[in-house]
Structures are given as C-alpha cells and as structure tokens.
RNA sequence: GCGCGCUUAGCUCAGCUGGUCCAGAGCACCUCGUUUACACCGAGGGGGUCGGGGGUUCGAAUCCCUCAGCGCGCACCA
C-alpha cells in the first residue's frame, strides 16, 4: 500500500508472483469432501484434453480464457469449483511426431519395434508432454493442479479397458470387413470423421466398356465393330479392380444388356451386367462399374449380386500385384495417369469433363483418404445414440448457441457405425485376444490380460495387434479424469460436471460420444451445458493455422500485454458464438482493447489509492447519512452493472459481460465518478463528505474489482489488495475466493439527477468546442427553465459543472441576453452560453435551424402517428400515452428554437 | 442436393418476447487538448436507405415469403 505504482501497467512484475501464490495456497484445489459433506454445490468443467504433443495457440487461448472465466466466476459465487486438467495421447499425431524423429535418423518404427518404439514415445512425451499445460498458467487457467490426467495412465487405461469390456459383452463391439476410410499415410483406418471432406477440382472420364457377345440392336460400335457400353468414373485407377457393371432396372437403354457381360479393357476381364436400384440413371451414362473394395456404395451393393471384391491397391495406395504388370507397383495417381493414357491409345476414352467433387482427407496428415476394404472392430452406435439425442431433446443438454442442437440431432439420427481400431502402435491396445488352437477360434475381451483360451484352454492366444482410436479414450473423459470404473468421492461428487466449453469441429468426435459414453455407463449425461465458441481467423477470414503461418502465439501476446490483456480482448471480440478475428501482423492493435482498458483499471487504482491516502476508510453504513449524489448514483451503477455482468455470465453472453464491465469501469467510474469526486478528496473540503466519497469509491472498486475478476484476475488481484479494508470489516484474503457481488437496489432519482447533470456536460463542451471557445478559459451559462432533476442535481452539484464544462458562472432563470449559442435539453431546460464576440450568428442561427428541423421531424413523423385513427383505436392505451408525451416534449423543443431562433431577427 | 445459420457504420459485432431503435459499442477516422490517475489519456465530431424485393401489422432492423451473397453441418450421383 505503501510504495508508490508506476504510471504504467507491467503486468509482468505482478502476474507470475501471484500466479504461484494461489496456486500454493490451493485456491484452485476443488474439495470432494465439501461436496459430499459440506454442502456445497459443484461447478466443474472439465478441459477439453489439448493433445500432449501440442504448443499452445489462440483457439486454446480463446476456449481456456472462456473456461477460466466461467470457473472463477462461479467459484466466487461459492461453488466448489473444479476446473480439472489433463492431455490426451493423440494416438496419430503423437506417433507421427516420433516417427519423424525417427526418420530424421533414416529408420522407420519398423527398424526399431514396436516395444521399443513406444518406449520411445513415451520418453517423448515425459519430456515434453507438460508443455501446454504450463503454458495454460501463463493464461491464468485456474486449473487444479492436483487432478491432472492423462488418457494413456493407468487409471484413464483402466476405464478404456473397462468401457471395451464391458460394450463387447453387449454385443456392442463387432468385428467386421467393411469399406473403412484408410489413410495411406498414416497407414491406418479412420472414422468417418476423421475423413474430411474437401471440395475438390476433379474430371469424370467417361469410359467404354465392350460388350461381350451379341450386341442389342443400335448400341454404339468401336472402330472394330464391337459394341460399348460407357461407364463415368472420377478414379479410373480403381477400374482395374472393377467386378461388374451395374445399371438401372428400368433403364429401357441397358434392359437388354442385364444379365449379359462386359470386357473390363486394359484387364480383359468380363464383367457382369446386374441390374439395381441403386443406379441413378440421370448421373452420367445411367452405367456405373462397380469396384467392391474401393467404394462404398458398391460394396453394398456387391454384397446384394454376390458380385466379388478385388482390392488392387497395397496398404499405401499403390497398385498390388492384382493388375497387370504395366501398372503393378504404380501410385495411385501415376496409375491413373497411365490407364488413361493406354485407354485413351485403345479410343476407349468417350471423353473427359471437369468435375467438382468432395474428396475425403486425413484430419491428421492431410493426404487423401482410400475407402479401403479391410477388417476393423466397430462400436454398434444406434443404441448408444438415443440417449444422447433424448438429452439434447429433453433438454438435459443444452447447446449454446442453440442452433448447434440441431447439427448435433441429426448426426444422432443419421449415425453410423464407429471404426474404432487403428493401425498405430500409439494407444490403448485393443483388449481382445483370438484363440489360434485349432478348431477353437475364441475371441474374448477379458478385464485382465488371458494367459489361456477362456473356452479351450489353449496357451496359444494372440492378442490383437492394434490400438485403440484416441477418442475412445477420450469419450469417457469426464468419467475417467474423475475416477470411473470406481465410485469414487471425486465421482459422486463431481460428475455430472456443468459446463463443456470446446470448438464445433469436435461436436461430432468428442462431445456427441462423451454424452454416449455419460449415458451407457453412468446413466447420466456428463454436463448440462455445452457452448461451442468460434474459430480463430486472421483478417483474411483465414483460420489460424501453424502452416499457414498466420497464428498468434498467446505467450508473446502475455509478455508483450499481459494475461490480462489477451484473457480481456478475447473475451470481449467473442460475440455470441461467432468468430474471432486477429490480426497477427499487428498484436498491438489486435490487444489493444486489453491493454488498454489494463492500463485504465490500474490508473484509476493508483488514483483512487493516492487520494484515500492513509487515513482510515468507513464502511458504506457509516456514511450513509452522508452521501451525495454522486455517490448516490455510483452505487446505483454498480448495482447496475452487477446485476447485468451476472445475467450476462449466465447465458455465456461473455462479450456482453465484458463490455458491461467495461463501461462501467471506464464510463462511468473513472469518466464521471473519478471526477466528481476530486474535489472532495482534497484537504480543504468537509471532512464528512470526503469521508462519504472515500467509503463509496473504496466500495465501488471493490466492486468493480470482483466484476472484472473473472476476465482480468492478475490486475483486480493486484489492486484489491492494496485497497484499504474499512474498519470492522473482516475481508476475504483473495479475491479468486471472494464472494462475488449481489446486486444492491437502484436509485432512480440519483440517476436522473445525473443523467440530467451529464447531458447538461455534455451540451456545454459540445457548443464549446463548435465555437473553439480556448480549452484552458471559463465560460458563464444561462439555464432557463431547468427540468426538475437537473435542478436538483445542479443544488448538489453544481461545482461538477463548473470543473468538469469549464464553467466559471451558473445563472438561472434570468441573464440569458445577447449574442451566445443556444440548446435545448431534455425536460425542456434552456442553456445559453453567452459567447459574444465568439460567436458567428450565421453559423448559430444554421445550427439551430439544422437542429429544429431534426426535431420538427420527428415531431412530424410522432403526430402523424397519433393522428392517424388506426393507431389510436388499436395500439396499445401506454404507447399511446408514451407517444402523446413524446409528442408534447418535441413540440416544446420546437417552439424554445423557434423561439431563440426569433431572438436573432 | 438436403438441413441450419448469417448479411446492421471503413472493420468486428450488440440490438433479448415487434413500439424513445429516424439504430448502439469497440476499433479505425477527423478536430482540439501538456486541467497534478492514465497520451495505453481527455473533450468534441463525422459516418449506417439495418443485403434486394414483397407481405403481415396502427407500427418491423426485429415476424412471414422470396431472391442474391457468404458460412456451417450432412449426404455424396459413380
């Protein structure tokens, strides 16, 4: 309290020193115990795992920012606050990691083992995996400390194998040979969500196929005389494995062909003509060649012909051995090439068109994704779903912003199977062991590794090679971090958790399947509230990416700003759900809002602080009697704004809160209450009203210190806490465990008294500086028929007038002669400033008029409503009135500028 | 293609159940300013036919229809 604050904000001396003060004296610690015993009512959020090999960017900034926010309000609002932290193990980002290490070195996962390998990763991971997580303190997260988790440790290890056990006894885990969507790349099958489609620049060729044996009459012959029947395709490469050609029942145009065969060119295999509704006989030539391993659609509809499968690619997408030896061994792009090459010799190409198309990518790596016929374990997701769309339907889960509920629905409505194993070496591994004793063939998922065949006994037992997707982990997050499969105390008391604050990129990944996860093994959704923020772009509209560039790296943003800084300018650009736009070529104007407003709060601190001095400070009580005006609306405000800030935190309206804060802060307190107040901070004025002044600003910003708290913890600590404790008052030690405030009643009249004192302000610096009247010289106002508040309010404060307008002479009714300029203010009040010799009577005289006819407008526009019989007889009695006195009030303004207008001839 | 959403000042966004909203904020812009908290500041100012059209209503930025543009989700017809 002592030593003296710096002009300027340097949120570097203070934000580290108080980071580690709270964190040791366990302000971020949630007690189960308080929960379960004390009556306390938990908030928890648990934090969406960033992947352990992640550096923190500004989408975690902005979602960790948003949860802080939320925790630390409601911690001061007296909830057993948890904010519960933790990595995931990102099973193909991870391993990708290592392998390009291993790479670098010239080996392959390969040369080294699998055991080896892992052991590797793991070394990786224990020496880096902290990153982030140290990374959120710099941010001011809240988290505790003491409950961070790891999906791959092995209690969450535990709860994976639990969870697989226990979906396998049900029946809700299978095993099965389907199209799954493959990355070549990455060497690994994918769900469907993690295949991102992309708009892309492809061609149709459109191909002929010979028909084998008698043509029908009128087909279209080749040069040799064969007929042909034409097939489009956009991957030509695929063709070489093609089994049949299909058309449509009805199609009058292949009618005859059905049935009868085709020449697969380049391969020389004949392909059978089979007839299915599938067809749509307006796309391209009504004949599709269907390649079963390579698709989809065909391989359904293989299944319904009995037609066979050929898979002609290798696992990274080269041609296999099952083409001919021209194209074995090719890329799959380099065979496409070729084929149409060699198609085209043979004038087997009827032509190529542009086609616009999505193709599916690897979210990891990119690269274009194989639907890829292969043997994978799968989660049966009908019955999980219908729980988690009843939540969503019930409202058990809401959505913020709602129309996500909707994304959300008919994803659960029109779910699909999960591919859940992945080709990695990374990961949980798949608890399922085959029995290889012959004749036996047992496949069993026990809860504890099998030394023998649980059905014959065999030692002969092999486990399953591969590992688990990440997001089966994931899923159970908020069970596992919070002991699943044990009832334990952090259970009972913290699950379900509250809030789930994440991206919408993950919806369907993460937060649709841990509401699955909730239901199917705790009977419960695992959060009530869900809000999806917005992405992070650059001007460009770009999202920020690390290759593209274009990101911000919120630790330079700290150092440069301060947490507070960055947790305040996000906050606030975050409109309700909406994007966030930064400029990473110019932090300084990008974090400027925060910087600033830091820079505001701690001035109007170090003001506040300088002028209470050392002199004992009252509780608002003992003033009471003697509180003025100012004071009086001061403290309306703060409720004011107390009130809004907390209805705006509660429907997750951050920029709205923060904004509310800020004008409060800045508007209000340090525009107009900071100055009203000088005067009585000085020696020489009467010692109760300095005495009232200091116990209100002392209040105030309190108050408004617990406000901003949320969004700006560092700077409102740091403030708070030199801010002198009035006598008998038994203060919190922090505010992170401050008690956020109530709302204290409004004052109307202080209010209106204001209201009128600052529009009076206002209007005298306005006609100030249209005449250029000198900054540093005193003018005289004439005010003639003051409305009542602004009467009141000048009776208290009319030395506010004087500082604040520069204003040296106040007369009232009487004096209002001469040349000067001229308003009218609300309630009627006429001010003249007598400004002879300033003024320019022709400037004057338009002014007024351009102000006359604004409000003869509206005047006009006000009667002709109140004219018309309509609205008379059918709008509401009160809007009426309300119009009528509208009407009444303009009409007065008009005939006071007519009349001042009249005055100069 | 189906579904959802958006389109308000130069930029990013508010505007909640139609009526002081002939529309606000922050930033940007212009003018003035060294009044002892702050130039990361203070005072003042300019700037919008609320995407186009139509409709409902006494009254619409706010509700309905339609068109255009943008974004998102889903499905992909090879």
Redesign the pocket.
């Known amino acids: 309290m002592s030593e003296p604050l710096s ?3 340097d949120p570097a001396q203070i934000e580290a020193a108080l980071y580690h003060q709270w964190e040791e004296r366990g302000y971020f610690h949630a007690r189960a115990d308080q929960v379960l015993h004390g009556g306390a009512d938990p908030y928890v959020i648990v934090i969406p795992p960033p992947n352990v090999t992640a550096v923190l960017h500004m989408g975690h900034g902005l979602n960790n920012t948003i949860q802080d926010v939320l925790i630390r309000w409601r911690r001061m609002q007296g909830r057993e606050a948890l904010y519960l932290p933790g990595t995931d193990h990102a099973g193909i980002a991870t391993q990708n990691v290592v392998e390009r290490q291993l790479a670098a070195e010239g080996k392959t996962r390969y040369d080294v083992g699998r055991e080896a390998f892992v052991e590797r990763v793991w070394k990786f991971v224990d020496e880096t995996g902290s990153t982030i997580l140290e990374q959120l303190r710099a941010i001011g997260c809240s988290c505790d400390w003491t409950r961070t988790r790891f999906t791959l440790e092995p209690d969450l290890s535990r709860a994976v194998r639990e969870s697989f056990v226990r979906l396998f006894a049900k029946g809700l885990i299978y095993r099965g040979k389907y199209i799954i969507n493959w990355c070549p790349r990455c060497l690994t099958a994918l769900s ?2 993690e295949a991102e ?1 992309a ?1 892309t620049q492809g061609r149709l060729y459109h191909i002929r196929y010979p028909v084998v044996g008698r043509a029908p009459v009128g087909a279209a012959t080749l040069p040799d005389g064969r007929a042909y029947v034409v097939v ?4 030509p490469e695929t063709m070489l494995g093609d089994t049949a050609v299909a058309v449509h029942p009805e199609d009058e145009r292949y009618s005859a062909l059905i049935g009868g065969r085709l020449l697969l060119p380049l391969v020389e295999r004949e392909l059978p003509v089979v007839a299915d509704d599938y ?6 030539s ?1 004949a ?2 269907i390649t079963p391993a390579h698709d ?2 065909d391989f359904e509809l293989a299944k319904r012909h009995d037609i066979p499968s050929l898979d002609v690619l290798t696992p990274d997408a080269h041609m296999s051995d099952d083409v001919p030896a021209a194209f074995r061994g090719l890329d799959r792009f380099e065979a496409r090439r070729r084929i149409v090459a060699a198609l085209g010799e043979l004038d087997l190409i009827e032509r190529i068109e542009d ?1 616009t ?2 193709v599916p990518h690897c979210y990891r790596c990119d690269t274009i994704v194989e639907p890829r016929l292969s043997e994978q374990w799968f989660v049966r997701m009908k019955p999980l779903a219908e729980p988690a769309l009843a939540a969503a339907r019930n409202g058990r889960v809401r959505f913020t912003p709602d ?1 996500w509920t ?2 959300y629905e ?2 659960l409505e ?1 779910i ?1 199977d999960w591919t859940i194993s992945r080709q990695l070496w990374w990961g949980h591994r798949i608890p399922v062991w085959y029995c290889r004793a012959d004749g036996c063939g047992h496949v069993m998922a026990p809860r504890t590794d099998p030394a023998a065949c649980a059905e014959c006994g065999s030692t002969a037992i092999e486990q399953d090679p591969d590992v688990l997707d990440t997001w089966f982990s994931s899923w159970l997050w908020p069970l596992s971090t919070l002991g699943w499969p044990d009832e334990t105390n952090d259970l009972r008391a913290f699950y379900p958790t509250q809030t789930l604050v994440t991206a ?2 993950i919806l ?1 990944f993460w937060v649709a399947r841990m509401i699955m996860a909730g239901y199917e093994f705790k009977g419960d959704a695992p959060f009530s509230d869900v809000y999806l923020t917005g992405t992070v772009r650059d001007t460009q509209g770009r999202k920020m990416s690390k290759s593209l560039g274009n990101g911000i790296d919120p630790l330079e943003v700290v150092q440069l700003y301060g947490a507070d800084a960055l947790r305040y300018t996000v906050i606030a ?1 975050v ?2 759900g ?2 966030v ?1 930064m400029d990473p070529d110019n932090l300084d ?1 990008t974090f ?2 925060g ?2 407003f ?3 709060i701690w ?2 601190g ?2 506040a602080l ?1 002028n209470i001095g050392d002199e004992p400070v009252l509780t608002l009580d003992a003033v009471r009697p003697d509180l003025e005006t100012a004071d009086r609306w001061i403290l309306s405000r703060l409720a004011a704004a107390t009130e809004d800030v907390t209805r705006q935190l509660e429907a997750f309206r951050f ?2 809160a923060a ?1 509310s804060a800020y004008h409060f802060f ?2 209000e307190l ?2 107009w209450y ?2 009203l107040i ?1 005067p009585r901070m000085q020696a020489d004025a009467a010692a109760s009203s300095r005495a009232a002044a200091k116990a209100t600003l002392v209040h105030v910003l309190d108050g408004a210190l617990r406000l901003l708290h949320p969004i700006m913890p560092y700077i409102t600590e740091a403030l708070w806490l030199r801010l002198p404790v009035p006598a008998g008052v038994d203060r919190e030690e922090s505010l992170v465990v401050g008690t956020w405030p109530a709302a204290g009643p409004r004052d109307e009249d202080a209010e209106a008294q204001m209201d009128a004192l600052m529009e009076l302000i ?1 209007a005298v ?2 006609l100030r ?2 005449y250029n009247v000198p ?1 540093g010289s005193h003018v005289p106002v004439h005010l003639t028929n003051p409305a009542p508040a602004l009467r009141e309010a000048l009776s208290v404060e009319e030395r506010a007038l004087r500082r604040m307008a520069r204003v040296n002479d106040v007369t009232v009714n009487g004096g209002a002669d001469g040349m000067g300029a001229h308003a009218v203010l609300r309630g009627g009040t006429d001010l003249f400033l007598p400004l002879a010799g300033v003024i320019d009577v022709e400037q004057e005289k338009q002014r007024l008029g351009r102000e006359r006819d ?1 409000i003869e ?2 005047l006009r ?1 006000t009667e002709a ?1 109140l004219g ?1 019989e ?2 008379a007889s ?3 009695a009160d ?1 009426v009135a ?1 119009e009528r006195e ?1 009407a009444d009030s303009l009409r007065d303004q008009r005939d006071r500028l007519d009349a001042k207008l009249r005055g100069f001839g």
């Open positions: 002009s300027q904000y469907d969500e489609p708009e489009a395709t956009t991957r067809v749509d006989p307006e796309f391209g009504g599709v060649k989809p659609n086609h198309h999505s129309r909707k994304v008919h994803w029109n699909r919408p990129e369907f650009s409109g309700f909406t994007d736009y104007a400027s809002p910087r600033n830091s820079n505001k001035n109007a170090r003001f300088m920029h709205e904004e800045w508007g340090a525009d900071l100055e000088k206002g610096r306005t500086s249209e900054a604004r407008g509206q526009a409503r018309s309509k609205f059918r709008a509401p809007i309300k509208k």
